[in-house]
T-cell receptor, first 113, second 115 residues
């Protein structure tokens, strides 16, 4: 049983560009959350998707958007990239419910030059 | 403001000695509490959680944590540390109304277990 898979593992972009990150949840999971982790920091919650809808959102600008597909996989899109967007982007899947533990992918390391 | 604090950026312990990684929180209501571990260049892995019931929770890899409501703490412990326990540890706590709970994270504690 594959766990959470994310692609690509590394990405280099320049300021102003747009990027799409992808996530496949653990089999049987219907909820996907995205986090941004800057170097030396804890994960910062971006948003959560359930049943193809954005259910919750953290304090991130509208440049950050996402999507969840019928097979529960998800994408994170970031427009107009800034240097400060450089970070490790983590996808986590879970069963529905805040009591449930999160299963994380290994992340996508995004560098914005 | 609701928050989670991990007061120690780094904890150093000798192999075989007991270890404690501290977590305190300030949230309203009855939170759910979690510990996750992050190994280098990896995503986070779940260790244990407290939802309700017995204050002492046992988790993966021999770790346990004690929920202390009066002190609003949820410290992670292990009786005998291994070098392989060296990693970054995160405490996370739910906050918000029951129909809109979110998970907030501490900044992490780097654990170094010395041989």
């Amino acid at each position: 049983d594959a766990g959470v898979t994310q692609s690509p593992t590394h990405l280099i972009k320049t300021r102003g560009q747009q990027v799409t990150l992808r996530c496949s949840p653990k089999s049987g999971h219907d909820t996907v959350s995205w986090y941004q982790q800057a170097l030396g920091q804890g994960p910062q919650f971006i948003f959560q998707y359930y049943e193809e809808e954005e259910r919750q959102r953290g304090n991130f600008p509208d440049r950050f958007s996402g999507h969840q597909f019928p097979n529960y996989s998800s994408e994170l899109n970031v427009n107009a990239l800034l240097l400060g967007d450089s970070a490790l982007y983590l996808c986590a899947s879970s069963l529905d419910g805040v009591r449930e533990k999160l299963f994380f992918g290994s992340g996508t390391q995004l560098s914005v030059l | 403001a609701q928050s989670v604090a991990q007061p120690e950026d780094q904890v150093n312990v000798a192999e075989g000695n007991p270890l404690t990684v501290k977590c305190t929180y300030s949230v309203s209501g009855n939170p759910y509490l979690f510990w996750y571990v992050q190994y280098p260049n990896r995503g986070l892995q779940f260790l244990l959680k407290y939802i309700t019931g017995d204050n002492l929770v046992k988790g993966s890899y021999g770790f346990e944590a004690e929920f202390n409501k009066s002190q609003t703490s949820f410290h992670l412990k292990k009786p005998s540390a291994l070098v392989s326990d060296s990693a970054l540890y995160f405490c996370a706590v739910t906050m918000g109304a029951s129909n809109n709970r979110k998970l907030i994270w501490g900044l992490g504690t780097s654990l170094a277990v010395n041989p």
